[in-house]
Structure formats: structure tokens, C-alpha cells
């Protein structure tokens, strides 16, 4: 198997695109007629959006980070609304949370800083 392509809701598939790509790093992928459902991806994580009426329930990822203070920096360089700074964790993990327009979240997480 190979990995998993989450399908996110998002309010606006367009502006969820171009967020990914100024504050995330993503490159915009393909955007169907009718803009109902787009894509973006960066190196091998490919990441869909669906459009859905608010509210909805937003979606929730892990993410490992190889180099978790190297990501942590170039999110935070890029602009990415950073919810919860890094930091340990009581349960072990070095971990920081990113937030996106339409409030899906994204634990990035590694067991060593």
C-alpha cells in the first residue's frame, strides 16, 4: 500500500489551494470545472479538498516530521497559523499544531526535538 490521500472540507477549494501553497509549502495540483473538488501536493504528500457547505466537522492528521524544529521553522517562516508552539509533550512527543482556514488540524509530531 502506499500512503493514504486525505480529502479535507473546505469551505473554498480555490482559496484552500493557494493557502497550502503560500503558508504550507504545497504546489497547486488540479482544480476540476466547477471548483467542487481540487488538489495540491508536496514531495510525496498529496492532499485533496472537497467543497462543503459550513459547518462542518473539520478534519484532524498526523503528521511525522523527520526534522520536527526544521519544520516547525519553515511553517512558521512560511506564515502558518501555528495553533500550539512546539514544545515536549507530557506523553513524550515533540509536537506543534497548524491550523488551516477552515479549521482542519495537522500534529506535527517526532519523539526527539
Known amino acids: ?16 489551494q493557494q493557502h ?15 471548483k467542487e473538488i ?6 510525496g504528500v498529496a492532499i485533496f479538498f472537497r467543497k462543503r457547505k459550513p459547518p462542518f466537522e473539520p478534519a484532524v492528521h498526523w503528521v ?8 516547525y521553522q ?11 508552539p512546539l514544545e515536549k509533550k507530557s506523553w513524550g512527543l515533540w509536537q ?3 491550523k488551516d482556514l477552515d479549521g482542519n488540524l495537522f500534529y506535527f509530531h517526532n519523539d526527539s526535538p
Open 38 to 43: 481540487g488538489a495540491v501536493s508536496r514531495g
Open 74 to 84: 519553515e511553517l512558521k517562516s512560511l506564515g502558518a497559523n501555528i495553533v500550539d
Open 96 to 98: 506543534f499544531t497548524v
Open 64 to 71: 511525522f516530521a523527520e526534522d520536527i524544529d526544521e519544520s
Open 1 to 16: 500500500m502506499s500512503q493514504p490521500v486525505p480529502e479535507l472540507p473546505v469551505a473554498d477549494v480555490e482559496r484552500a
Open 20 to 34: 497550502y501553497r503560500d503558508a504550507l509549502g504545497f504546489e497547486i495540483g488540479w482544480l476540476y470545472p466547477g
